[in-house]
């Protein structure tokens, strides 16, 4: 068995093309020059891009660690339940809108993944839906301010705002919701504009937008943003059903299985279960499967919550969720005042710096420094290290119940 200590780790930036080129880096304090899309941070053990750390003279790669390990890192029964680390903890940076996209639960997951295996559609092709059988609960919470789009609005709300624009080419789609305003009548509303095509999209386009170029509201001006970016997509329209949603940094959502949803613009700290189960709605390129898309969204109307994170002693504030694989915790630490010891929740966890930094100092007196920007991986079964300093940190870990 290799030493059970905590880890400073380095963490795959990964490159898409709605990154921002300077958030991540100003965060990590690294330079960019080439100006790249730096568009999330991985720090986990997901076999993508897992998080390497240092053992003896030599880097491995922490899921290969977790593997060699899994009871020590774990802890007995997680290891039993999951066998290797059940989140992903991520930085995301959107310069640019990501795609409207849902998760499946745990069932559809399960079903998903193993239909398309039998049809012996490639893991990395175009048409892939299912690329593991696990479901993806995940939480953001904004570092800097953070817009979003989360879940359908009120059935009302979004007949009010299509009639507001009186969008010519869909008053009978508009009049039909208003007429049934219920999921089956939403969903019938959804599939129509999504089956929008050739003239009949290209003049719903022209008339949201110049009717959307009229009218004062957040949501009317993210159309036009939208619209800058993919002008040939009808869900430029999607701020309107929609809920748009501005987080103050330190507020956070919770997407749950079915919830439609789209991260704009911010930094934030993400946590989901370890899965890579995308399904999309729109403002994308990539691959719409429309009639599994109707299969995994709940088209249920409300005003999404916005968490706000719970103190549960002087250090620690936590953003409770249902999720059994992931708790999102932040830190604050001042110098001269109370410390944490990362033997006290008794879970294997992640520590990000964003603010600040910290001494880690162990019970022989060794000390570990880390800096605003770095990230440290603790075993559940570590010995226990005190940690001080001036430092805002976010910790992922399992929570109690986790287990069961």
Not at 112 to 118: L, P, Q, T, V, Y
Not at 308 to 326: C, G, H, N, V, W
Request: hydrophobic share 40%; proline share 5%.
């Amino acid at each position: 068995m290799k030493e059970i200590k905590l880890f400073k780790m380095k963490n795959v930036i990964q490159e898409y093309a709605w990154g921002s080129p300077d958030a991540i880096p100003g965060l990590l304090g690294i330079d960019n020059p080439e100006k790249k899309p730096k568009a999330e941070l991985w720090m986990g053990a997901h076999g993508k891009a897992p998080s390497r750390i240092e053992q003896g003279n030599k880097e491995i790669p922490l899921d290969q660690y977790i593997r060699e390990n899994k009871v020590a890192v774990l802890g007995g029964k997680l290891a039993e339940k999951y066998g290797n680390l059940p989140f992903l903890f991520k930085v995301l940076a959107a310069g640019s809108p990501l795609s409207i996209q849902v998760h499946p639960n745990k069932k559809q997951a399960e079903k998903g993944f193993a239909r398309e295996n039998s049809l012996g559609i490639a893991i990395d092709a175009f048409n892939r839906n299912y690329k593991d059988d696990n479901h993806k609960p995940e939480i953001i919470c904004a570092l800097t301010e953070f817009w979003a789009m989360r879940g359908f609005r009120p059935f009302q709300d979004i007949a009010d705002r299509f009639e507001a624009l009186d969008i010519p080419s869909f008053r009978r789609e508009t009049a039909a919701f208003r007429s049934n305003l219920t999921s089956e009548g939403l969903e019938t509303f959804f599939n129509a504009l999504m089956s929008l095509e050739g003239e009949k999209k290209d003049r719903f386009i022209r008339e949201l937008t110049g009717a959307a170029a009229g009218i004062q509201g957040d949501e009317y001006q993210w159309v036009l943003r939208l619209y800058e970016k993919y002008s040939d997509d009808a869900a430029i329209a999607a701020p309107l059903y929609l809920n748009l949603l501005k987080l103050e940094p330190g507020q956070a959502l919770y997407l749950s299985a079915g919830e439609l949803h789209a991260y704009l613009d911010g930094l934030g700290m993400e946590l989901m279960a370890s899965s890579d189960n995308v399904l999309r709605g729109g403002l994308t390129p990539k691959y719409i499967d429309r009639e599994e898309l109707g299969n995994i969204v709940n088209f249920n109307g409300s005003e999404p919550e916005i968490l706000q994170a719970r103190a549960t002693d002087p250090l620690t504030e936590i953003y409770r969720t249902p999720s059994k694989e992931f708790e999102l915790a932040r830190l604050s630490l001042r110098r001269g005042g109370a410390s944490y010891d990362t033997a006290s929740i008794g879970s294997v966890q992640i520590l990000f710096l964003t603010e600040g930094s910290a001494d880690f100092t162990s019970a022989d007196g060794e000390i570990l420094h880390a800096e605003k920007g770095e990230s440290l991986f603790i075993p559940a079964g570590a010995p226990s290290w005190m940690v001080e300093g001036d430092a805002l940190i976010f910790r992922a870990s399992v929570p109690e119940d986790g287990a069961l």
